[in-house]
């Protein structure tokens, strides 16, 4: 693999349904039978909250073949005050391109370019074996928690990165995921017909339903 061979653009209007079929096939049976994420971009692209110069796609020989992208939130500071911040995702890797080093790539380039644009910290629900190795931290360890759960509760899916050093340092607080990401089973189902046939499998490893 040639990093050269890779370019990494701003997402296009023309390249919308491209992505939404590379991040169905990507996750397609991953975190459940089927999966909700090529709905879940078709619907963020249009929310307010959505980051359009964070919204990015990686290209190899003028196919598609990854996406990122970031909404952003805010943390209820314990202190009474909305702490500005970032979520990211879906992202994805076209599913024969897994584990190459490829997103890894587009996420720390992602980030850099987070930082540029002036955002202080990025939170969201992942892998710390993927994400820990661009920085991402357990968000316990900040002092932010994750919205409508018991402190206490495993929250070691809920990770954190500053973007610039000490924009969390003092903030206690409970993190809202963006309304936009919540959709329902109908309406996946429904924008899913727009696709190729594919089969649903219960699978291992799968964390819903
Ligand atoms: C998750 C995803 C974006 C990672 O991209 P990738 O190109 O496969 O990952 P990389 O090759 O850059 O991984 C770098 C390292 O992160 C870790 N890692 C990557 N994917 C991992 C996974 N699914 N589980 C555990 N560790 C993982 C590994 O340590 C990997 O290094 P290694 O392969 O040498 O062990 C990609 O696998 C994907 O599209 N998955 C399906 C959709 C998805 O789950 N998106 C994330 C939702 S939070």
């Known amino acids: 693999m040639n990093i050269n061979d890779f370019i990494i653009r701003l997402e296009e209007n023309k390249d919308y349904p491209l992505v939404e079929n590379l991040v169905r096939e990507s996750f397609w049976n991953v975190y459940r039978p089927g999966c909700s994420e090529h709905y879940v971009i078709h619907v963020l692209r249009d929310d307010p909250a959505f980051v359009r110069e964070l919204d990015f796609v990686m290209v190899r020989q003028g196919q598609i073949i990854g996406q990122n992208m970031f909404m952003k939130t805010v943390i209820n500071s314990d202190d009474g005050t ?3 911040v970032l979520t990211m995702g879906p992202i994805c890797i076209a599913s024969e391109l897994k584990r190459q080093g490829l997103g890894k790539m587009l996420l ?3 980030l850099e370019k987070a930082v540029e644009l002036g ?3 990025v939170l ?3 892998n710390i074996d993927f994400y820990g190795k661009s920085g991402f931290d357990y ?3 900040f002092g932010i928690f994750y919205h409508d759960m018991p402190k206490d509760a495993d929250q070691s899916f809920f990770l954190c990165k500053e973007l ?3 924009y969390l340092d003092g903030v206690k607080g409970v993190y809202q995921t963006p309304k936009g990401y919540y959709v329902s089973d109908e309406e996946v189902e ?3 017909k727009c ?5 649903k499998l219960k699978l291992p490893g799968q964390i819903f339903g």
């Open 82 to 84: 909305d702490i500005p």
């Open 124 to 126: 969201f629900e992942g």
């Open 108 to 110: 720390d380039y992602s």
């Open 164 to 166: 610039k050093a000490g």
């Open 139 to 141: 968000a316990r360890r």
């Open 190 to 192: 429904a924008f899913d």
């Open 195 to 199: 696709f190729a046939p594919k089969e």
């Open 119 to 121: 955002f202080g910290a």
